[in-house]
């Protein structure tokens, strides 16, 4: 499997848009008008997020435009197979600590994103993952709940463990 430059360039364009879109509908919510007071909170996210949708907008019509024009060059292979599954192995454990950190908390989050990718991806032993993984969310709970008196996001693990 391999990744076109014209894919990539759509896949962009379509993200940034669906930023745009979120940014500018999620806006509404906060009102978008001006007031006597000055623009209601949602007014500067609104627009911020219709230009971006607009600038996307653009650019995807510009390089589907542009391959009429130069067809080979936006056919070019952007990234290989193993690029991609490298790619995939450093973004595919990132979405899924997001995931398992609203899920489960940010302390057992890091801990085991940090086991999982230096276990799988940095070859270290086991032993040596699993003490890096609560090494570091220990070092994050001192940190953050004990010096700076920071509270991060807990879930059911720190409830279970009485950690507040």
């Known amino acids: 499997m391999h990744i076109r430059r014209i894919h990539m360039e759509l896949i962009v364009a379509t993200v940034t848009a669906g930023i745009g879109l979120l940014a500018a509908s999620g806006s509404l919510d906060l009102g978008v008008g001006w007031e006597s007071s000055g623009p209601q909170p949602g007014y500067f996210p609104f627009y911020v997020g219709l230009i971006v949708l607009l600038a996307s907008a653009a650019s995807a019509a510009q390089t ?24 995939a192995s450093f973004f595919v454990p990132m979405a899924v600590f997001v995931v398992v950190a609203i899920q489960l908390g940010l302390y057992a989050g890091s801990a085991l994103y940090l086991f999982y990718v230096s276990w799988r991806q940095g070859r270290y032993h086991f032993l040596a993952a699993v003490s890096l993984g609560l090494g570091f969310a220990l070092a994050l709970y001192l940190i953050f709940e004990i010096v700076f008196q920071i509270p991060l996001h807990k879930g059911p693990l720190e409830n279970m463990f009485g950690v507040y």
Request: aromatic share 8%.
């Open 64 to 87: 589907l435009f542009a391959l009429r024009q130069d067809g080979e060059k936006r056919r070019e292979i952007f990234l290989e197979r193993e690029q991609v599954r490298r790619l």
